[in-house]
């Protein structure tokens, strides 16, 4: 059964409303979520049945609910939909929305016309696509997500750059992503040991999403739920999820997989804070805290360079005077330097840069 009107959004935390996302939709509260992952019907129009090389027939989707009319009257399914998610996301909320060549670019044209504000395609590349048995194309081998804001002018939205740097084992990380379909162990099977859905998206792609675009405690919308790959991520990280799925049967598997699901302790949920959300250091607290004294000399890494520092917390080298960043700067002959990672002291018999002061500054007043 559906919810009913306006409900307290905190009582359907972490609940599978099942009904029609359209109507169920219409009745969650403005602007009470922090991010919706949408996976929409794909309206493959598919011609008859796939066979292999062998003449096995492919399991692929043949679900009604895949199926529209016309292309008209799937653009007016999207937009309907659209309509209602940008009424409920918060407005430091984003959509992520993921579809192949049948409808990925009908949707981008909705959400533009619809006044999104789209922030990055992401190419999922997969490492092992389903080969074109066919031979008359080439293997589709990615689908498409676009990550949208509400509007252009939102200023706020979560990005979690450095934690997806450090994902990337400290690269930062490319709109291309090189992820396997979802298969082995992590695909669920009906008692026939047929798939359970057709379009099961790898644990690996939501880990990415949630982990980009939301914080801890927030709250993700995914009205398309299927078999809850959405809300076993989020409860493994520590997010808040809703689910909306129109099938029972897909609505108890996915009950069924989050209860065994635990969410991960605090420590390991923690992730690499953004920096421009670290508080402000200014380069004269490390002199005030005595981690430096007026009058130290700090070096280039190579240790072509020096400068004193000045009880000011500005440094002097060869006349001229400035901060950390416009001294290393003039010393390299370039517009613009970090002097937190420039510079660095000498501290038993080694080189250390002075950010490191910096973060126990940071860590001292918490």
Known sequence: MGIRNKPDIKAIHNKLIVGNCLQ??????????????????????????????NNSRVDGVEDEWDKFDTFASYDEFTNSWLKSVRRILKDSGTLWVIGSYH?????????QDLE?????????????????????????AHETLIWAAKSADQKKYTFNYEAMKALNEDLQMRSDWVLPICNGG??????????AHPTQKPEALLHRILLASTQRGDVVLDPFFGTGTTGAVATRLGRNWIGIEQDETYAKIARDRISK????????????????SLPRIPFGTLLERGLL???????????????????????????????????GAHVQGIEACNGWTYWHFMAEGKLKSIDLLRQQVRAETG
């Not at 169920?24 to 796939?50: R, T």
């Open 261 to 276: 699901v635990r969410t991960l302790d605090e420590e390991a949920l923690e992730t690499t804070p953004n920096k421009r």
């Open 24 to 53: 169920e939709l219409e009745k969650l509260p403005a602007k009470s979520v922090d991010m919706v992952f949408a996976d929409p019907p794909y309206n493959l129009q598919l011609e008859g049945e796939l066979r292999r090389p």
């Open 103 to 111: 409808n990925i670019f009908r949707v981008g044209a909705s959400l």
């Open 116 to 140: 999104y504000w789209i922030l990055n395609d992401i190419v999922w590349r997969k490492s092992n696509p389903m080969p074109n048995f066919r031979g008359r194309r080439f293997t589709n």
């Open 186 to 195: 992590e695909r669920l099977k009906n008692q026939s040991g047929a798939k």
């Open 293 to 327: 004294e007026p009058g130290s000399i700090l070096y280039d890494p190579a240790k072509r360079h020096t400068a004193k520092v000045r009880a000011d917390g500005t440094l002097i080298c060869s006349n001229t005077k400035g901060s950390i960043h416009q001294i």
